[in-house]
Structure formats: C-alpha cells, structure tokens
C-alpha cells in the first residue's frame, strides 16, 4: 500500500492506495503545534478503525506548504510507521517540465496536481484549486508547468471583510441565486458567491488567451471547488482528489530511489 499526504495550511489530506485505487482518505485540521507522538496516535487510531495494517505500507510520499509542522510529521512517521517518506522538493522525477523562474518558491501541492492533470486529462490545461488559497496552474500541451495565479481564498476573503470592517457580521458561505441581496448577511453572501464566480470566469479566460492554445481543460480541485464549479461555466470538470492522484504518479516515478 501507498500513503500520500498533502500538508495544507488548513487541512491535511490522507490517500491509502492499492495500485491505483484509492481504498480510503481522510482529512485532519493542521495542527502546528501538535507532536511527533499525537501524530503518531492519529495515524495508528485511524488505520485501526478502517481495519487496515499499518505493516503493510510499502511507501509514503508527501507534498506539503506548511514546513514549521515538517520536523514533528516526519518524525512522526519514522517512529509510528516505520518509512522515511519521499517528500516532494528539488530532484524529484515529476514529468513535467517546470517553467518557473525560481522552481522552489512553487508549492508542492500546485506541483502534483498539475502532474495529475496532465496524466489525467493530457494537456493543454488549467487546475483551479479552491484551497486556504485559490490558485490557477497553466499546463502546456507539451507537459510544461507554465505557471499562474494566487489568489486569497474564498474562506479567507469572507473573514477579511468581517475583521476590517466594524459593522459588517461574521457570515457562513452560501449560494443565492441573485445578487441583490435584502439584508446585510445575504448581500454579503452574494457579493462573495457571486463575485468569486466571477474572478475565476474572469482568470480562466485570460490564462487562456495568454497560453494561447486550442482546446484547453479547466479542471476545479480543492475544498470548495463544488461550491463554485456549478456556476462558473468556465469549469469543465471537478476532481476533489486531483492532489492525491498526483502525489501517487510521482512516487511511481521516484519508488526506485526511496
């Protein structure tokens, strides 16, 4: 079996694979000031409650945005689970070829999902995750990371607006179908739903002007790629476990050299 972990700032992500099928995932909050031991109870709770055999972990591979909870994780992993994890990083075989002008500011995270896409659903094409932050990742039709857009997260937009402005409410996300909101909260509501929907329609045609290549895939990913994909027709396609599918691509290609 095959563990794959992607470290976000938000949530941790879990895949156990056989071959390439996923036979269980999960998500843990990140938790930066948790210890190699809380982790490892984690790992042992959680194997033992989908009846899986921790012995039987051939391999772990991690992507990860988050390096202050690295120590503690790896550390974690070598005592409770007895592998030393391929982390991705420089020298890792992705099969893709990088076109970043400085390759290690790029995440992890936007790395396997582009590796994903590409294999996946072949290129040219765009991977829109909906993470802590959005981000926009440009693949060539020749494999090439050509590289994108940040922008704030959704979740991270509607705290802003409740933090800095003294009389606007504290609001959950939801969909409305317009944009005139009758009350505060749902004007709110509107402005993010519908504004955001926007910014990606927006983003997506402009990535794909400047590619400049026929038949480009646009494909959501992330925690609240469902959330917006429905309504922003620029989406072709949502694939939640874009991330784990490339952290097992990549550590096909790099099993011979852990």
Not at 84 to 95: L, S
Request: proline share 3%; charged share 20%.
């Amino acid at each position: 079996m095959l563990l794959a972990i992607n470290v976000g700032n938000t949530n941790i992500r879990f895949g156990v694979y056989e071959g390439k099928k996923l036979i269980a995932h999960w998500k843990l909050a990140t938790n930066r000031g948790w210890t190699a031991d809380e982790f490892g109870m984690y790992f042992i709770n959680f194997f033992n409650y989908e009846k899986l055999d921790i012995s039987d972990i051939e391999g772990i591979i991690i992507s990860s945005v988050v390096p202050p909870i690295m120590f503690s994780f790896e550390h974690a992993i070598e005592k409770y689970l007895k592998k030393k994890p391929i982390i991705i990083g420089p020298g890792i075989k992705t099969g893709i070829n990088i076109k970043y002008e400085n390759p290690r500011e790029l995440g992890a995270d936007r790395i396997a999902n582009a590796v994903a896409a590409f294999e996946i659903y072949g290129g040219p094409a765009i991977v829109v995750d909906f993470g802590t932050a959005t981000t926009f990742n440009a693949i060539s039709s020749k494999g090439e990371f050509l590289g994108g857009a940040i922008c704030p997260g959704i979740l991270i937009s509607a705290e802003a607006l409740y933090q800095r402005t003294a009389k606007l409410p504290k609001i959950d996300l939801a969909k409305h179908g317009t944009a005139i909101g009758r009350n505060t909260a749902v004007g709110m509501q509107a402005g993010i739903f519908h504004g955001y929907v926007g910014q990606v329609n927006y983003l997506v045609k402009k990535i794909k002007q400047e590619m400049n290549e026929d038949n480009i895939k646009v494909i959501a990913t992330g925690g609240l790629a469902k959330f917006i994909a429905p309504e922003a027709e620029s989406i072709d396609e949502v694939n939640g476990r874009l991330v784990l599918e490339g952290l097992r691509i990549i550590y096909e290609k790099n099993r011979n050299e852990a």
